[in-house]
């Protein structure tokens, strides 16, 4: 069966006012660092709900829109999480999952398995993949590009967050099974990041890196 079709005409700036408020986006975008230093300030929960409902205008194949946003505040739940994202981590950097290179290609970020951050920040959000739906007959609903569709909506995510005056991280321990036992989601349901949500610590310090230039990271045909 066809699917309803509806009008679709958003208002179209004249050329100049794209090109001043694709630069003012692009400044602002620029601005924006992962974090890893959080103020344990509370964040109102209809913030939270408004970028999960941002991010999950984000295209899907078929329109399957197959993720879940889990927004975890309870302290006992976050110290649940970090205990068993240290210990996968702790493997990780500790105990040989991590080769070498990948090893060395962290040292200059600092970063090691220690995630204080998982408590601090007032806000987990964890985003799963759903692998298929469920109908009511209990019987499986195929999904379609269910990997690019729930990175397309983590990315909006982050974009909605950043436009908040807020702060994230993606933080992908692995394996991260532990977080569908944690959360009690369904065998439907895969772990695809876990993001700290909240405002920067007053003395939140970041990695002083430079983004690759537009000639790096395009080609164009004209």
């Known amino acids: 069966m066809s ?3 509806v009008p679709y005409a958003p208002s179209r700036l004249v050329p100049g006012e ?3 408020r694709g630069r003012a986006m692009f400044d602002r ?6 974090v890893r230093d959080f103020s344990p300030a509370p964040v109102p929960r209809e ?6 409902r ?6 899907s194949g078929a329109h399957r829109q197959p993720w879940t946003f889990v927004a975890v505040s309870d302290p006992a739940i976050k110290r649940e999480i970090r205990i068993a994202a240290e210990a996968e981590e702790r493997k990780s950097y500790e105990g040989g999952r991590m080769s070498a290179e ?4 962290l040292e200059p970020l600092g970063t090691d398995w220690r995630k204080p951050f998982l408590e601090v920040a007032p806000w987990l959000v964890v985003l799963f993949e759903r692998t298929h739906g469920i109908a009511a007959d209990g019987q499986p609903i195929k999904h379609f590009y269910v990997r690019e569709s729930t990175g397309i909506a983590c990315g909006m995510f982050i974009a909605a967050i ?3 005056g807020l702060a994230t991280l993606t933080h992908t321990p692995s394996p991260m099974a532990f977080l569908s036992r944690i959360l009690n989601r369904g065998e439907n349901e895969r772990p695809f990041a876990l993001l700290p949500i909240g405002y920067p610590a007053l ?3 970041v990695p002083d890196l430079r983004r690759k230039s537009i000639e790096e990271v395009s080609v164009w045909f004209e």
């Not at 975008?29 to 992962?34: P, V």
């Not at 941002?54 to 295209?59: G, I, L, R």
């Open 3 to 5: 699917a309803a079709f």
């Open 18 to 20: 794209t090109l001043s």
């Open 29 to 34: 975008y620029n601005a924006r660092r992962s």
């Open 47 to 52: 913030i939270v709900e408004i970028a999960i």
């Open 54 to 59: 941002t991010a999950s205008t984000a295209p």
């Open 102 to 105: 990948w090893l060395a290609a």
């Open 162 to 164: 950043h436009e908040l």
């Open 203 to 205: 003395d939140a310090m």
